[in-house]
């Protein structure tokens, strides 16, 4: 994908998600969000230091333009940009650092790329969840919205994975 067409979907996505705060609220226990798996996307070449300020400005555009608490996903998101080099180490391995491609899940497979985007989603959940409980919310609500929002925000992201993410042999 070339790096225009990357930041325009990273864009529309950035766009999907204020919709789907100010629109789609399912129940108290399920928090969609997509931001995980853009940032988990965001191109190789792209330093770490450089991926936390792009989550920091998607995050607090999200909370600015949807969310009632600013900065709730901004917190949440920088630290799932500082962890993207070392989970895409972990599952994909050095060479591709070394080669500077993205990965696919083509090319990467789905079992692999399922794993990172349920990691961003963890960490970024774990963040927001704790974060918006503020220590006023029982463990067991708080680990049951973590795990429904797990699950509902991991089968959304690999929707929009293969939008972040294309095979490049088409």
């Known amino acids: 994908m070339r790096k225009n067409e990357f930041y325009l979907v990273y864009a529309l996505l950035t766009v999907a998600q ?57 917190l949440a998101l920088v630290p799932v940009a500082a962890a993207r080099d070392g989970v895409l180490r972990l599952l994909f391995g050095g060479e591709l650092f070394a080669r500077k491609e993205d990965f696919t899940v083509h090319k990467n497979g789905l ?6 985007i349920i990691l961003s989603q963890a960490i970024f959940l774990f963040v927001y969840i704790w974060a918006d409980g503020a220590g006023m919310r029982p463990f067991w609500f708080n680990f049951t919205r973590w795990a429904a929002s797990l699950t509902a925000g991991t089968l959304l992201s690999l929707i929009a994975v293969t939008a972040l993410a294309p095979d490049t042999r088409k």
């Open 18 to 74: 204020i919709v789907i705060c100010n629109y789609f609220f399912l129940t108290p226990y399920v928090t969609l969000s997509l931001l995980p798996v853009m940032a988990l996307c965001l191109p190789i070449r792209i330093p770490g230091a450089l991926a936390m300020v792009i989550a920091f400005a998607t995050g607090l555009a999200v909370d600015w333009l949807s969310e009632g608490l600013l900065g709730i996903n901004a």
């Open 111 to 116: 079992g692999p790329v399922s794993l990172a």
